[in-house]
């Protein structure tokens, strides 16, 4: 049996591709060859971490309702996995920043020696905005639809977090040191009063991110409409926050657990199990 029916997941269209090159993502400043800096999407110190620098990885759009691939470039490995959209006042500032306090929480969870659980909020806090800006800059480097909001960006710098984005953490026992997701169409109704034509219409300006880190994983989900509200699986999805704009509710599924030594299996089940609902 498969894990959604396919009349609750949304098949988007592809959103308009983010074409100005020539501005930092986060601050808008002008980018020239004396401030444009390459910043790895996933920061060094973590491929060190995880001993992936010689990863090779093939960036490719899997459609899940036609079950096959829609677009892949050619691999790279991962220490020079790049992205040339920020500037030098933001890639030594803020965000080397974020990841000197940050990493010293991660590290932890990723090897598996640390719950989930028995994060403080402000632990969470700060791995809601790593896990944000990871994510953000992610989609900006990959051939995937740019499906992140250029005023996401924005805000991020300005030290906020949308209103409407949710950050989820999980474990598993990983069969990768490393895996990501990136997805606009699986959305999945928690009841049948949802149409086709509401998931279409949120989803067309949503989007998730997966990000699969030893036996971390961490999703950054996006819902545009604040009428809607997110359903976790209960004792599965960890929230890291909680949005201004969007209410968290919890479902029991017991046949539902995530997948062991099967990080590909793992990441997806996270990620297409966050569901939504009209706030009701």
């Not at 700060?126 to 900006?140: E, G, Q, R």
């Not at 109704?189 to 961490?218: F, H, P």
């Not at 599965?236 to 099967?262: A, G, V």
Request: aromatic share 10%.
């Amino acid at each position: 049996m498969p894990l959604v029916d396919e009349k609750y997941l949304h098949s988007s269209t592809k959103p308009k591709e983010r074409e100005d090159r020539s501005t930092c993502l986060f601050c808008n400043c002008k980018l020239g060859k004396s401030n444009r800096k390459k910043e790895h999407v996933i920061p060094h110190w973590l491929i060190t971490y995880l001993g992936i620098e010689n990863l090779r990885i093939s960036l490719t759009v899997y459609s899940p309702l036609e079950d096959k691939n829609t677009e892949e470039r050619d691999f790279q490995f991962m220490n020079s996995f790049l992205a040339g959209g920020v500037c030098g006042y933001c890639n030594g500032g803020w965000m080397k920043l974020l990841e000197d306090t940050t990493l010293d929480i991660l590290k932890p969870l990723i090897r598996g020696s640390r719950e989930i659980i028995n994060l403080s909020q402000s632990e969470k806090d700060l791995i809601t905005k790593w896990t944000f800006k990871t994510s953000i800059v992610l989609n900006s480097a990959t051939n995937y639809f740019k499906v992140v909001p250029p005023e996401h960006y924005n805000l991020l710098y300005e030290g906020k977090i949308p209103e409407h984005v949710l950050v989820t953490a999980t474990m598993h026992e990983p069969s990768k040191r490393y895996s990501h997701l990136e997805n606009n169409s699986l959305w999945m109704g928690i009841d049948n009063t949802i149409t086709e034509s509401e998931l279409k219409k949120g989803g067309d300006n949503s989007y998730k991110i997966a990000l699969q880190l030893g036996k971390l994983v961490l999703v950054t989900t996006y819902w545009a409409d604040d009428e809607w509200v997110y359903y976790l699986v209960k004792g599965r999805h960890q929230p890291m926050n909680q949005p201004t704009k969007m209410k968290i509710k919890f479902y029991d599924d017991k046949l539902f657990s995530i997948p062991q030594y099967n990080s590909k299996d793992a990441i997806f089940y996270a990620t297409a199990t966050i569901s939504i609902s009209k706030n009701r």
